[in-house]
């Protein structure tokens, strides 16, 4: 699978080591909006074996007063090749209400496969081997990967195709360039974005479809400002709250 731009290899990063984002998440359920957790994302330098990688963390957990209701502790974590961005390993640790998933990935790329582990809900693990594509990519190293494309190159309503491994499946998804738009975030300003709907697989939360939206600023950083999607209850909308170490000027804040 390659992107619209003739493959996956990349020109130049968005993000460097000690990159942070910071999100608060809010649930809608009818017409009242709730803050009910946060969301964060790192990157750090790291190894695998003797080879350098980026480190890219993702974590999301419900405030306390919410646990009660349904309680999230979520971790995403990829090891990525810090030219290419491609995964080496991958990790995830999902604890959602009474809901338990801890997947591992190992890419080989060289022989074409990945290695994988997979508990649920503590039961005997399952382990396989899984086909992947030169241009396969983990739910984590995707989001910077996503970063990366010339988004000048498109027009409104392109797509831009992308492979990724979910729950132990080559998923081809794509993200729909939108155009520009701009967007106040409380406390941080207005920012001009770029706006794209996501294609995702449906699963225990997500409806699947072209159904999740995200605005990423409109400058070389590409970093996501406002995320707003619909679940199998309600709606989930994310909003930067704060940024750190960011690799360029954030020009795209309209002052």
């Not at 392109?158 to 738009?181: M, S």
């Not at 995200?214 to 590409?222: A, M, Q």
Request: hydrophobic share 35%; net charge positive; charged share 25%.
């Amino acid at each position: 699978q390659v992107d619209a731009q003739g493959d996956c290899k990349i020109n130049a990063l968005n993000f460097q080591p000690g990159e942070e984002l910071q999100y608060t998440v809010s649930y809608n359920w009818f017409v009242i909006w709730t803050e009910v957790g946060e969301i964060s994302f790192s990157v750090r330098n790291a190894a695998i074996g003797k080879k350098p990688c980026y480190h890219l963390l993702g974590t999301g957990m419900t405030y306390p007063g919410w646990d009660i209701f349904f309680k999230v502790r979520d971790r995403y974590e990829s090891w990525v090749n810090p030219k290419s961005l491609k995964p080496v390993y991958f990790k995830r640790k999902v604890r959602e209400g009474g809901y338990e998933i801890d997947i591992r990935y190992i890419f080989n790329r060289n022989k074409g496969y990945a290695l994988s582990s997979y508990i649920v809900n503590r039961k005997p693990e399952e382990k396989d081997t899984l086909s992947i594509t030169e241009c396969t990519f983990d739910v984590m190293s995707i989001l910077y990967y996503a970063r990366t494309f010339d988004y000048s190159l498109y027009k409104p309503e392109q797509v831009i195709p992308v492979t990724i491994l979910l729950d132990r499946q080559l998923e081809n998804v794509y993200f729909r360039y939108k155009g520009i738009e701009k967007v106040k975030i409380r406390k941080l300003g207005e920012f001009e974005c770029i706006k794209l709907s996501v294609m995702l697989v449906a699963g225990s939360v997500f409806k699947g479809g072209e159904n999740l939206t995200v605005w990423i600023t409109n400058d070389k950083n590409r970093i996501p400002v406002y995320v707003e999607t619909p679940i199998i209850v309600g709606s989930v909308k994310a909003k930067l709250v704060s940024f750190d170490k960011l690799i360029y000027p954030l020009d795209s804040r309209i002052k």
